[in-house]
């Protein structure tokens, strides 16, 4: 027992927060490095991640290809249209306020998302385990199913493979340049339109490898992405917009105080997060680790 | 949004004593074709669109001269709705008065988001606006008097002033007619008064402004209140018309509807989101049996209107008449 509740329950939604966490953690990673170099708040990523889910469906349904097969290909598929679809549209923006930014994307949610849901229906698509994490074992002082350890181990690999992509290499280097001054970076020769459309491919798979993970735990669903997204755009606010290690934290952080809220104050569990933004804004404007721009 | 592109601004007079000549007869136009059109077409449906379109002109006056792009305005049409069923309903207070509970709560919870949103700008207000719309939605969710999935229902019309009953459509219909005129008047007259010329000042160049003396944030703040209130107005007659308050006007599906009912109408003009909240009210009228078509052809709008239509309908005519409407 921990201040009255039975340390089951406790760490049952310990758990739970730290899975939502993951992919608040994936999700913001993926906005944070899109809004890094492309200054747009990428109101689709929701569902791109639901999309990501989906392709993980379909090539199990269609070609037969199992959850590790999903796991690469659909990151690339969904990256891939993410790149087309900064080639076609996204392109054309960038000489805007970047609040067309934000509108077109809101507008390919809802065309995505819509299209999904009148071809699917809006209730859930099973997608099950697969047979190597099934099961699970028991730590002794609670039950941790395999795949969920998996999902949370997968997800700090990602998450912070990507921080040190960015914070420690070479090519990190570019992007952070490109990040602070595109004219200048690109009057040394780097290719910046390029590296914008790789940048927002890569931002969008994150996306859809947290799709293809959160398949077996939330089914595959089009309305998957519609709501988690406003909550992870909250933790984006909190985390401070454009920071990488930043959104990392946050992400995780929320996602277990979220857990802890679901324990000890449920009522308060879906606003909890709203909660500390407003409190964040008040003391850091910014955000946690952002700065001013 | 600093529309560098819309033509009609650039060549907006400053604040005269006068109203444009073009301006007057649009105006004329609008309300002759409200007062005709229950005639010929079904008034719960144009009450429909002259809620909106009076929720479409708040939002405008914040994007459009302002340049605060809100994402989580059904936080105040809905719960202004709610308050004002409630009102009606459980209290059983007169229209008027129902409505008014409903508009200054609207007033007073944009006071409160403003000053936490006020201090960012650009995609930071969007998204702090939104989150907090957010807030505001599972908080409806949650509390009892809304009834949740329910939502607040046979809201009884009453007797407006304690002399038309509303129960007769044609009674309402005019009823709400009024209370749109007026507050579309309102909006009109903030645009262009000294106060909405320090708008645009800071929409152009906030440091500027800030730097000729005028406390910018206390401007934009007003202006957000004035938003928020004018929303809640809709949101409160909307709930009579309807005599429903639900959880579809606090959702976020609502915030973005009315962004595109503004942007497709034209950012920055004063009858475009009339014109664009018609036009969305018509389609969903046609569209609504088709299902989740209706979010596929307001998503493709979205992105036909932000790619090449950026002016909006009212914003390409005041092009081609070269003149601000």
């Known amino acids: ?293 | 949004m600093s529309t560098g592109d819309t033509h009609a601004e650039a060549q907006e007079p400053a604040a005269t004593a006068t109203v444009p000549h073009h301006q007057v007869v649009a105006f004329v136009l609008m309300v002759a074709f409200f007062t005709a059109a229950p005639f010929f077409v079904y008034p719960v449906f144009l009450m429909k669109a002259l809620c909106f379109g009076l929720f479409a002109c708040a939002f405008g006056l914040l994007i459009g001269y302002v340049g605060l792009l809100s994402f989580g305005h059904a936080a105040f049409l809905g719960t202004a709705g709610y308050v004002t069923a409630h009102a009606a309903k459980v209290w059983g207070w007169s229209p008027e008065l129902a409505i008014a509970a409903g508009t200054a709560l609207a007033g007073a919870l944009g006071l409160v988001v403003g000053a936490l949103a006020i201090r960012s700008r650009g995609i930071y207000f969007a998204n702090i606006t939104l989150a907090f719309a957010q807030m505001i939605y599972f908080f409806c969710v949650q509390v009892p008097f809304t009834h949740g999935e329910d939502g607040i229902q046979a809201v009884p019309r009453g007797t407006l002033l304690g002399l038309l009953d509303l129960h007769t459509e044609t009674a309402m219909y005019f009823a709400v007619l009024a209370i749109f005129v007026a507050g579309f008047l309102l909006i009109y007259r903030t645009i262009h008064s000294p106060f909405g010329q320090v708008l645009k000042a800071i929409r152009e160049n906030e440091p500027r402004a800030i730097s000729l003396g005028y406390r910018a944030d206390r401007y934009k703040l007003l202006a957000f209140v004035l938003s928020a209130a004018l929303s809640g107005l809709a949101g409160g007659t909307k709930a009579l018309v309807f005599q429903l308050a639900s959880l579809t006007d606090v959702h976020w599906t609502m915030s973005g509807e009315v962004v595109l009912m503004t942007l497709l109408g034209g950012l920055g003009t004063v009858f475009g989101p009339v014109v664009g909240a018609l036009i969305m009210v018509t389609l969903e009228h046609y569209l609504a049996q088709l299902g989740a078509w209706i979010t596929i052809v307001q998503g493709a709008i979205f992105v036909v209107c932000v790619l090449t239509f950026r002016r909006g309908v009212v914003g390409e005519v005041a092009r081609l008449l070269k003149k601000p409407l």
């Open chain 1, 1 to 293: 027992m921990f201040f009255g509740v039975p340390a089951q329950a406790l760490f049952g939604q310990l758990l739970i927060g730290l899975i939502n966490g993951s992919f608040y953690a994936m999700l913001s990673l993926g906005l944070s490095v899109i809004f890094g170099l492309l200054n747009i708040i990428n109101f689709n990523h929701g569902a791109l991640y639901m999309m990501g889910a989906f392709v993980a469906y379909f090539l199990l349904q269609w070609a037969g290809l199992g959850y590790w097969c999903a796991l690469l290909i659909a990151p690339i598929v969904i990256g891939l249209v993410g790149v087309v679809l900064e080639r076609t549209m996204l392109k054309r923006l960038y000489h805007l306020d970047h609040l067309y930014g934000l509108l077109l994307t809101f507008g390919l949610a809802l065309v995505i998302q819509g299209a999904f849901r009148h071809a699917f229906g809006s209730s859930g698509l099973p997608y099950t385990i697969p047979g190597e994490l099934a099961g699970g074992r028991n730590l002794g002082f609670m039950f941790l199913p395999n795949y969920r350890a998996w999902v949370i181990v997968c997800s700090l690999v990602v998450c912070f493979g990507t921080w040190y992509v960015i914070e420690r290499t070479k090519l990190g280097s570019y992007l952070r340049a490109a990040t602070e001054n595109p004219t200048l970076v690109r009057a040394f020769g780097v290719n910046v339109p390029r590296m914008i459309t790789l940048t927002y491919g890569f931002g969008v798979a994150l996306a859809a490898l947290a799709g293809v993970l959160a398949a077996p735990i939330y089914q595959v669903n089009p309305l998957m992405g519609a709501d988690l997204i406003i909550v992870v755009f909250a933790v984006v606010v909190i985390g401070g917009l454009g920071s990488i290690m930043g959104s990392i934290v946050t992400g995780f952080a929320l996602g277990i105080v979220e857990g802890l809220t679901k324990v000890f104050y449920p009522e308060a569990s879906n606003t909890v997060i709203f909660v500390i933004m407003a409190v964040v804004l008040l003391v850091r404007p910014a955000g946690l680790f952002g700065r001013e721009r």
